[in-house]
């Protein structure tokens, strides 16, 4: 049998769009996929698929390609826990903050770093609204980050700074986009490619509204190429598959630190010979992130 092979760009009621080199298609999904029981999603937006042509003109879907990765959540279910696809294939995670107005949350941001380390999706910060703080402080705030190695950019649509480097970070890249609300996204992705944001707000919008209203799953292609997604659900996330002792690895400047402390059970709070608190004193750990640390692990987060 002749496929054609795409990636899923829009999920809604169980018709899948599909992006190919031959242009748009509005596909099903082949019945044998179905049966049995399900754990987790079948199909996510960011999925590429195998898709036939049928003599009536639909499509079906024939083959799902294995995920290299996924953006995914817990959802308990009546017959269980079962794994929710919030978006397959991401290239990037483009966590976004604002500078000011609003204030940003640090240990909503370190959070978003774990999920996204642990899922081993690469990152990128970007600090938005310099022109509310100015530079110097905007790089007191966030510097930090890029000093631990995150990709960072700083912007604003007012001043049109760093707007071309997002631009280029985006392109060829399937992007998923997170952070709180108010932070200028939609200005940013307006700015990036007019109209863009108002579309990902709309969509953003209906994943927002009650669990029995119809949900609309999509990513938008960028000009230039590439695509971006929104995940509004992305702050519901627990970090349900790390253990609080795990923690240490999705630090990267307390992972390597771990070997050094006198007690191979080390709190990293008190203990005497405690590498962690050595580096916290002479500065090596920013003291935002140590907290940030403290409150994940040991169950005192916001």
């Known amino acids: 049998?002749?496929?054609?092979?795409?990636?899923?760009?829009?999920?809604?009621?169980g018709f899948y769009e599909i992006d190919t080199n031959q242009g748009p298609y509005t596909a099903r999904l082949r019945g044998?996929?179905?049966?049995?029981?399900?754990?987790?999603?079948?199909?996510?937006?960011?999925?590429?698929?195998?898709?036939?042509?049928?003599?009536?003109?639909?499509?079906?879907?024939?083959?799902?390609?294995?995920?290299?990765?996924?953006?995914?959540?817990?959802?308990?279910?009546?017959?269980?826990?079962?794994?929710?696809?919030?978006?397959?294939?991401?290239?990037?995670?483009?966590?976004?903050?604002?500078?000011?107005?609003?204030?940003?949350?640090?240990?909503?941001?370190?959070?978003?770093?774990?999920?996204?380390?642990?899922?081993?999706?690469?990152?990128?910060?970007?600090?938005?609204?310099?022109?509310?703080?100015?530079?110097?402080?905007?790089?007191?705030?966030?510097?930090?980050?890029?000093?631990?190695?995150?990709?960072?950019?700083?912007?604003?649509?007012?001043?049109?700074?760093?707007?071309?480097?997002?631009?280029?970070?985006?392109?060829?890249?399937?992007?998923?986009?997170a952070g709180p609300s108010g932070v200028g996204k939609s200005s940013?992705?307006?700015?990036?490619?007019?109209?863009?944001?108002l579309q990902v707000n709309t969509v953003s919008k209906s994943n927002r509204k009650g669990k029995h209203t119809t949900v609309v799953r999509e990513m938008f292609p960028l000009k230039d190429g590439g695509y971006v997604a929104d995940t509004p659900g992305l702050k519901a996330l627990a970090l349900w598959d790390i253990e609080p002792e795990e923690l240490d690895a999705y630090f990267p400047e307390i992972r390597p630190l771990v070997p050094d402390c006198q007690f191979s059970s080390c709190t990293h709070i008190q203990e005497p010979g405690c590498a962690v608190l050595e580096a916290l004193e002479k500065g090596s750990i920013h003291p935002e992130r140590y907290e940030s640390y403290v409150r994940l692990r040991y169950g005192d987060d916001e």
């Open 188 to 197: 940013l992705l307006n700015a990036i490619q007019p109209k863009l944001g």
């Open 32 to 177: 044998k996929h179905k049966r049995g029981r399900k754990t987790g999603d079948l199909l996510a937006v960011g999925d590429i698929v195998h898709i036939s042509l049928q003599d009536d003109g639909s499509a079906m879907i024939e083959e799902i390609e294995e995920r290299k990765n996924k953006l995914s959540r817990l959802a308990p279910t009546a017959r269980g826990e079962y794994e929710q696809i919030i978006i397959a294939n991401p290239d990037q995670a483009v966590l976004t903050f604002a500078c000011t107005q609003p204030d940003p949350r640090m240990r909503m941001l370190d959070r978003f770093l774990i999920i996204a380390e642990e899922q081993k999706i690469p990152i990128l910060i970007v600090a938005n609204k310099t022109d509310l703080v100015g530079m110097s402080k905007a790089k007191k705030l966030f510097g930090h980050y890029r000093d631990l190695g995150y990709e960072l950019v700083y912007t604003s649509v007012n001043k049109n700074r760093g707007i071309r480097t997002l631009h280029d970070k985006l392109k060829g890249k399937i992007s998923v986009f």
């Open 1 to 13: 049998m002749e496929t054609i092979q795409g990636i899923l760009v829009r999920s809604q009621s």
